[in-house]
């Protein structure tokens, strides 16, 4: 006993089985942030007033650097990730859909790969 209805048969389609690792790559992604931004902040408020050099060398030790570099990956995947639900829910063309989670993928790219390049720099003296 099938609970699609007749219509759904005939055309075939159904679910593309994505969104559920959608769900949870967004809430993943969302837990694993909230540790990694109160480093960020207790990192951040531990070295106010410090000069650039006390800082530099703070990001350049393999943890300290590796934790940055892993917030900005997981902060730009779930970006892209919020942006394509809500470009998939609000947007109707098709085209304009098209373009627009294309240009969603390749921003959340270059925001990760600019963010762990600058902390790559910083941590080998750039």
Not at 40 to 45: D, F
Not at 63 to 75: E, N, P, Q, S, T
Request: a positive charge; aromatic letters at 10%.
């Amino acid at each position: 006993m099938s609970t699609r209805t007749p219509l759904s048969r005939a055309k075939g389609l159904g679910s593309a089985r994505s969104g559920v690792h959608h769900f949870w790559m967004q809430r993943v992604t969302a837990v694993a942030l909230v540790p990694l931004v109160i480093w960020l902040i207790g990192s951040l408020a531990y070295h106010t007033g410090a000069d650039y050099e006390t800082t530099r060398a703070f990001f350049a030790q393999p943890i300290a650097g590796g934790l940055m570099v892993l917030l900005i990956a997981a902060a730009a995947y779930h970006m892209q990730l919020g942006m394509q639900t809500i470009i998939e829910d609000y947007i109707h063309k098709e085209g304009t859909k098209l373009v627009l989670l294309m240009l969603n993928s390749f921003f959340a790219v270059a925001v990760g790969l600019i963010g762990a390049l600058a902390v790559i720099k910083l941590s080998f003296g750039g």
